[in-house]
C-alpha cells in the first residue's frame, strides 16, 4: 500500500505513519513514514516474505500490513466498521485491528497502543459480541452505545466471506462451509493432518485453531520468497523441493500426503491458492517443525467435465501421485473405510460422491 492508493473504494487517500513491527515483545523493525523511514532491529524475526529481501523499503512493509489487515470487501465488513467506530480511516482501522494475527505472533504497536504482547494475545480470545456482526451482519444496540476497549475486530482474518474467531476456534458462514467438515472426515479417515471442524447450524461450521502462543505458521505464499519459484511456476512444486533440499523427513512426507488429500477432494484451492496450506514453525527459534494441518475445503469437490481422475487438475501431484502413495502407503490400507464414510455424506451431491470414490480407488489401481 503506498501513499494516495485507494483502499476503500470512496477515493479517501490514506497512509499508515508511524508504527512498530512486533514479534510478542520484541521490536522487529521501525517505521516512520515521514522522516526516518525503516530501522530494523532484529533480523531474525522479520517475517519470512520480508528476511529475502535485498533491500527492503518502506512500501515492502507497508503492503505487508494492509495485506494482513484491510478486507473492506468482505461480507459484512461495512456492518462490522460502523460496530466498532472506526469508519474507513485506515488509521482508526489499524489501531483497533492492531494487526492481530491467528497464524502467527505479529502484531503491530502504534505510538497509542499502551498494551504488551500478553495483553494483546489474550484480546484474540474476547470477540463474542462481534459475532452476530461478522456472521449475520446483525449490530446490537449494546454494540452501538457501549465502550468495548478490551475487544479487538480481527481484521487479519483473511478471506471474502464471513468468519470469525472466538474461544480458539474459526466460525465460518456459507460459501460451501459444510465442506469443512466433509474435507476434516475424510482425512481423519485417511490419517492425514487436516483441522478439526463441526456443525454450528446449517450454514455455519466451527474449526478448531492450530495455532496458538507456542506453534506459528508461515502461509505458502510467504515461504515462496525462499525458493526459486517464479509466477509462471508450481507454488506446490517450488515449496516440496524447497522442503526435500532443506527440511526434514517427516515435512516431505506431509507435503506428500497434502497434496494427495488435495487430489482426492478435488481441492483447486490448495493447488492455485498459496494461502490455503503452510508450515508450521517454532515462533521462538523460527525453525519449520511441521506441514500445517489441511484447511480450508470451500473450494473442493468440484466435478471436471473429463474423467474424475485427471479433469482439471494439477499436473504435477497428478504425475507424483505414484511416488506420494509409495511413500506413504498407509494410506492404502485406510481407503476401503473412507469409501464407506464419503457414502453417506448429506452434503454432496451424487456426482461428487462418485469423484471422490473415482479418486480413491484410482489410487487402489496404482498398485497394479
Not at 304 to 321: H, Q, S
Amino acid at each position: 500500500m503506498l501513499e494516495g492508493s485507494k483502499m476503500f473504494g470512496k477515493g479517501e487517500k490514506r497512509v499508515i505513519n508511524n508504527f512498530e513491527l512486533m514479534h510478542e515483545d520484541d521490536i522487529v523493525l521501525k517505521l516512520d513514514y515521514d522522516e526516518l523511514g525503516i530501522e530494523i532491529l532484529n533480523n531474525s524475526k522479520l517475517p519470512f516474505s520480508l528476511r529475502e529481501k535485498e533491500v527492503l523499503d518502506r512500501a515492502d512493509v507497508l503492503n505487508w500490513v494492509s495485506y494482513r489487515v484491510f478486507f473492506s470487501k468482505r461480507t459484512y465488513m461495512d456492518k462490522l466498521y460502523i460496530a466498532r467506530k472506526v469508519g474507513r480511516d485506515q488509521q482508526k482501522v489499524l489501531a483497533d485491528s492492531r494487526a492481530i494475527s491467528i497464524i502467527d505472533n505479529f502484531w503491530i504497536k502504534r505510538p497509542d497502543t499502551k498494551r504488551n504482547w500478553k495483553q494483546i494475545q489474550v484480546l484474540r480470545d474476547m470477540n463474542k459480541d462481534l459475532m452476530e456482526v461478522v456472521l449475520e451482519g446483525k449490530i446490537s444496540t449494546r454494540l452501538l452505545v457501549e465502550k468495548f476497549e478490551d475487544m479487538t475486530s480481527l481484521y487479519t482474518v483473511k478471506g471474502m466471506f464471513p468468519k470469525m474467531i472466538y474461544a480458539g476456534r474459526l466460525f465460518k458462514k456459507g460459501f460451501n462451509a459444510e465442506y469443512e467438515v466433509i474435507g476434516y472426515e475424510i482425512a481423519k479417515s485417511l490419517g492425514i493432518k487436516v483441522a478439526e471442524a463441526e456443525y454450528v447450524s446449517n450454514d455455519i461450521v466451527s474449526c478448531v485453531l492450530f495455532t496458538n502462543i507456542d506453534v506459528s505458521m508461515c502461509h505458502i505464499s510467504d515461504l515462496l520468497y525462499l525458493t526459486n519459484y517464479d509466477f509462471n511456476g508450481n507454488p506446490c512444486q517450488a515449496i516440496y523441493e524447497y522442503v526435500v533440499e532443506n527440511g526434514e523427513l517427516s515435512l516431505k512426507k506431509d507435503l506428500e500426503r497434502l497434496y494427495t488429500l488435495a487430489y482426492i477432494t478435488s481441492n483447486l484451492d490448495l493447488v492455485n491458492n498459496s494461502e490455503n496450506f503452510g508450515l508450521l514453525y517454532d515462533p521462538k527459534t523460527f525453525n519449520f517443525t511441521e506441514v500445517a494441518p489441511a484447511y480450508d475445503f470451500n473450494n473442493a469437490f468440484y466435478v471436471p467435465d473429463e474423467e474424475y481422475g485427471i479433469g482439471y487438475f494439477d499436473e504435477w501431484i497428478l504425475n507424483n501421485l505414484p511416488v506420494f502413495i509409495e511413500n506413504n502407503r498407509d494410506i492404502l490400507d485406510k481407503i476401503p473405510e473412507t469409501l464407506k464414510v464419503v457414502e453417506d455424506f448429506k452434503h454432496l451431491t451424487n456426482n461428487q460422491k462418485d469423484c471422490v470414490s473415482y479418486r480413491l480407488n484410482n489410487i487402489l489401481n496404482l498398485e497394479r
